[in-house]
């Protein structure tokens, strides 16, 4: 029985194996397939190369469709054609897959069930269907064996990610790409797992959506929700992406975009839960309301961050170099000593470039905050994961204003909502008392400042004035000429003690060791061992 047991798993690791080699011979006639190894990589060469390559990469191909800060625009706009519908799963296969994860028949459930999909994607597929008890659905079934096959596709991707980044180092600035695939890993993961989409449009309704009239999304059905089935409530529209159809059904573009544009930084400002893929495919028009859609990105960001972005926004506004400076340095974490002088000269040169040439309402807050981002980068100063998101978000919704409707500025919105915010959140008692407090000090200031005036001539015409100033940018060169000093000081000492002790040989002083006093014989050792300190230390040999 031992012995069976044995050959059992000795054939499951054998299948495990050949099954694995089997997806990298696969993954190398893809390769060899496209010849990329000859012309290199078109945008469109790269789409058809992830299409080929499975769900995995498509998967990784849409997430960095937007990540315009790794990736020319050019492969970006490529890669958004990833987006669209993929080769539909055969509706029976759709149907076992519901039975399976319910326990019951089609019918059982369904007064109507369309096989026809509503779209068809690289994880799941969605059906349209009315419930028994007349409620319209889409239920969201994931593919088969696609989360086994997108586990082993990022085990493969590690191995090749750790065989590569071996050359990665931080001072090249390149990427970390095992990180990279752990974190693209992450995101697929919770995907996969559409219990933690069900949550996440829970919460967002919850906390998110205050007036349905003007912005909505659907309602999570419960017993019809597992790890590879997803039922919402049905919303009978379209996608915002159809900016003809909206005006043809003589809705207000104008309102439906401060509607979607105004609840987005409700989100971001006032609750902290925020959609973290804002494309067009994921905002759809149903009797002239916005509804989002699919909540598998959802990102977080804490009240303190919240206020630290709102420094950064004001010292924009104010054109505040030193505020924006230290907002900043706030906002990210340094890797390294930072030369504050050099990096308010560069935050400087972005507000020249951002705030001086144009209104408010001209500013692309998406090529702003990639410029910000790329400046903290440059000066080895990492930004959080929650920050990362945002900003991804915030370029993507930007995106669909420009389309939608131009005539909103997204900036000039962000600006408003947080001046609304500072005023709310403004306590005039706190802020009247250390008014006062202030003025007070300052008013005590005042009345001294003859006497100081007084006291400072006096002091410059005997020759009594001191002057202090603070160099900047010499930090390696003082602390060089610290220590310099003190090993200067050191070997002076031993000198000095190395001469008393000679001078204490011709006393007659008791004990004495080998006819010398034991106090000079102490005073010789702990000379010699002072001089050999100072003189390593000043040849930098320590």
């Not at 690289?122 to 269907?129: D, E, L, N």
């Not at 909206?246 to 409700?266: M, P, S, T, W």
Request: net charge negative.
């Amino acid at each position: 029985m031992k012995r069976d047991r044995s050959d059992r798993q000795g054939r499951a690791a054998t299948g495990k194996r050949i099954r694995s080699r089997t997806r990298t011979a696969q993954i190398v006639g893809v390769f060899a397939k496209h010849n990329f190894y000859t012309n290199g990589f078109t945008p469109e060469e790269l789409r058809t190369t992830l299409e080929d390559l499975g769900p995995t990469y498509v998967k990784i191909g849409q997430i960095m469709s937007s990540r315009t800060d790794m990736l020319p625009d050019s492969y970006c706009r490529e890669l958004e054609k990833l987006r669209s519908d993929v080769q539909p799963l055969d509706a029976a296969v759709a149907r076992a897959v519901i039975e399976q994860e319910t326990g019951k028949k089609i019918e059982e459930i369904y007064a109507e069930f369309r096989d026809e999909p509503l779209g068809s994607a690289s994880i799941a597929q969605a059906h349209y269907g009315v419930l028994l008890d007349g409620t319209r659905v889409v239920t969201k079934v994931q593919r088969p064996q696609v989360a086994d096959m997108m586990r082993k596709d990022f085990v493969l991707l590690k191995k090749l990610a750790g065989a590569v980044n071996v050359a990665v180092s931080e001072d090249s600035g390149a990427v970390d790409l095992k990180s990279v695939v752990e974190e693209l890993e992450k995101v697929t993961e919770d995907e996969l797992d559409f219990r933690i989409e069900a949550e996440n449009t829970r919460r967002f309704r919850e906390l998110c959506i205050e007036d349905e009239t003007r912005v909505s999304c659907p309602v999570i059905v419960d017993e019809l929700t597992t790890e590879r089935i997803l039922t919402m409530t049905f919303v009978d529209g379209y996608s915002i992406a159809k900016k003809e159809r909206v005006e043809a059904d003589g809705y207000d573009r104008v309102e439906i975009g401060k509607a979607i544009v105004e609840n987005y930084l409700h989100q971001v400002l006032d609750v902290g839960v925020f959609h973290g893929d804002p494309h067009q495919g994921n905002i759809m028009i149903s009797g002239g309301v916005p509804y989002w859609i699919d909540f598998g990105m959802i990102g977080h960001i804490s009240g303190k961050s919240v206020s630290t972005l709102q420094d950064v926004v004001f010292a924009l506004v104010q054109k505040d170099v030193e505020q924006l400076t230290n907002a900043a340095l706030t906002l990210g974490r340094p890797r390294e000593k930072i030369n504050k002088a050099r990096l308010m000269d560069d935050v400087e040169g972005m507000i020249d470039r951002y705030m001086s040439a144009k209104k408010l309402t001209d500013i692309d807050v998406g090529a702003l905050l990639t410029d910000m981002t790329a400046l903290l980068a440059a000066h080895r100063i990492a930004v959080p994961g929650e920050y990362t998101m945002l900003i991804r978000s915030l370029v993507t919704i930007e995106g669909v204003l420009e389309t939608f409707c131009p005539e909103l500025n997204l900036f000039d919105f962000l600006t408003k909502k947080m001046l609304r915010r500072a005023r709310e959140e403004l306590d005039w008692r706190e802020q009247l008392t250390s008014a006062v407090e202030s003025l007070a000090v300052t008013g005590l200031k005042t009345v001294k400042l003859p006497s100081l005036a007084f006291s400072v001539l006096r002091n410059l015409s005997k020759g009594r004035m001191k002057i202090g100033f603070e160099l900047t940018g010499y930090d390696d060169l003082l602390a060089k000429l610290g220590a310099t000093v003190r090993s200067v000081v050191v070997a002076v000492f031993a000198c000095v003690l190395f001469i008393g002790s000679c001078m204490l040989c011709s006393a007659d002083l008791q004990p004495k060791t080998y006819g010398i006093p034991l106090a000079a014989l102490i005073g010789f050792v702990v000379a010699v061992a002072m001089g050999i300190y100072s003189v390593i230390s000043m040849t930098g040999k320590r």
